[in-house]
């Protein structure tokens, strides 16, 4: 698969706009896609919330058209079409790790939390991030 990047774009978080793109979040978020023909991925990626919270994670699960996330804000109908168009459909990947600079860190078939906290707690962002929590 060929290296995505997201580009930015400005994101009024105090306002009511619908999240329309991905590239929106850059550098605020890590993001974890997700094709619901994982079993149980909403209520798995529910339960490990203060993990995905520590790490500023924003995750997407896609469902025949739908997006459920634990994105607090309004999301605009466009963006389902583009999680199918920029990563379901140019892989057989259903997992999709995105960095905070909107770059393609990993893709895989299954839902593993462990090695995506893992792989992202290796990443030097992360790394400055966790000591200067010290």
């Known amino acids: 698969m060929a290296s995505t990047l997201l580009m930015a774009e400005p994101l009024d978080q105090g306002a009511d706009r619908p999240l329309g793109a991905l ?10 896609l ?7 991925a909403v209520a798995r990626l ?5 993990a995905l919270d520590e790490r500023d994670i924003l995750w997407f699960v896609r469902d025949r058209g739908q997006v459920q996330t ?8 466009g963006l389902a079409q583009e999680l199918e168009q920029r990563f379901f459909s140019q892989s057989d990947a259903a ?6 600079d909107g770059g393609l860190k990993a893709s895989a078939d299954r839902l593993d939390l462990p090695a995506l906290f893992e792989r992202i707690d290796a990443m030097p962002m992360r790394r400055r991030e966790m000591e200067a929590a010290d």
């Open 70 to 77: 634990n994105y607090q804000g309004p999301l605009d109908p």
């Open 95 to 100: 997992v999709f790790l995105i960095g905070k």
């Open 34 to 40: 997700v094709d619901a023909q994982i079993p149980d």
């Open 46 to 50: 529910r339960v490990e919330q203060p």
């Open 23 to 32: 590239a929106s979040l850059r550098w605020q978020y890590r993001i974890i």
